[in-house]
């Protein structure tokens, strides 16, 4: 479902984006996707600073343990799997992008916060409270304490 986006929204996004640092990681999570959604509907081209401050987002990304989860559910959850390997591949391309430009690619940005969303809600839903939870307990825990 599609709604237009209101001067509230936006408004609450800035105030959210001001006390990022301050939002656990899954409320981080949420607000980048919110504000790159945005950005995407307004087709506006973000200031070098703004990329400075998202590739270290992606870079922290990047570093979590995500081959370890790809082996944990090698043959219990293809979706997991695919989703881990797609992640991984689209945080490679916007870093490799960032090394050789001041910008990345907004649209695989937002593709990535996107499937990391999805796949983080994906596992709380059918594992978080159950006896699975050691599957992905080491890349939760990561992302749970990832420095902003």
């Known amino acids: 479902m599609n709604r237009k986006v209101t001067m509230e929204d936006e408004d609450s996004l800035e105030t959210s984006l001001e006390h990022l640092d ?8 949420l607000v980048l996707n919110q504000e790159i959604a945005l950005i995407s509907y307004h087709n506006y081209d973000p200031p070098d600073d703004w990329y400075q401050h998202r590739i270290q987002k992606i870079q922290t990304y990047f570093e979590l343990d995500w081959d370890g989860m790809i082996q944990r559910f090698q043959n219990k959850n293809p979706m997991i799997v695919e989703g881990s390997t797609h992640i991984q ?36 839903s059918n594992y978080i409270g159950g006896e699975k939870d050691e599957d992905m307990i080491d890349l939760i825990e990561q992302m749970t304490h990832m420095s902003s």
């Open 22 to 29: 301050e939002l656990d990681n899954y409320e981080q999570l």
């Open 89 to 124: 591949q689209m945080l490679y391309e916007l870093l490799e992008e960032w090394s050789t430009s001041p910008a990345f690619n907004l649209t695989v940005y937002h593709r990535v916060l996107k499937l990391i969303l999805e796949l983080w809600q994906f596992y709380q």
